[in-house]
């Protein structure tokens, strides 16, 4: 459910923990990439974990988009509106440059 005053989405405590997860998973990642920077690693090594970070951001962001899509901009055509569809385009074209 979403708050279209606020710009502010209450998510189940399901969604929450797997977002959560996704970023925890992200952020270990991001942690292994600095150590193999501070040891001394392998560039082409370094960039194999880059990637595989860049992956998990662009799975979340899926997930994310998913749930803001069935959920936030659904409530608003629903409710008459297209204020939802406008920013998710314009969303759209920032994330595909």
Known sequence: ???PECNKKNRSDNEVKDLTTRLNRIEGQ????????DEGAY??????????ARCS??????VLLSSHIKSCVKDD????SDE??????????KMMK
């Open 43 to 52: 560039c082409v090594d370094i960039l194999t974990q880059v990637n595989a």
């Open 57 to 62: 951001l662009n799975s979340f962001s899926k």
């Open 1 to 3: 459910m979403s708050c």
């Open 84 to 93: 939802k569809i406008d920013e998710l385009v314009e969303l759209l074209q």
């Open 30 to 37: 991001i942690r292994g990439i600095q150590r193999m920077v």
């Open 77 to 80: 055509v629903q409710n008459g």
